[in-house]
């Protein structure tokens, strides 16, 4: 009983990992998102806001 449940497990355990990985690819490389993941890219670059919309404190002497 062991050995036929733990073959079923690995048959289709690893289809179904197969399957998502594919899909998740498919959906990073879709030509839509691509504007989507480069703004993502993007926010940790930008300097024209700070956390949560705060200035970010530029010009201030913070020593």
């Known amino acids: ?3 036929a449940l733990s ?5 289709w355990g690893l ?3 197969v399957l998502l990985f594919a ?3 498919v959906y ?9 993941f480069n703004k993502a890219a993007q926010m ?6 700070g956390p949560e919309g705060t200035d ?4 201030r ?3």
Do not use: S
């Open 7 to 11: 073959q079923f497990a690995q048959t």
């Open 28 to 36: 990073a490389l879709w030509p839509g998102n691509r504007e989507r």
């Open 44 to 49: 940790p670059l930008d300097d024209a806001e």
């Open 56 to 59: 970010t404190g530029k010009g």
């Open 15 to 17: 289809l179904l990992f």
């Open 1 to 3: 009983m062991y050995e």
């Open 61 to 63: 002497n913070h020593g």
């Open 23 to 25: 899909g998740v690819l």
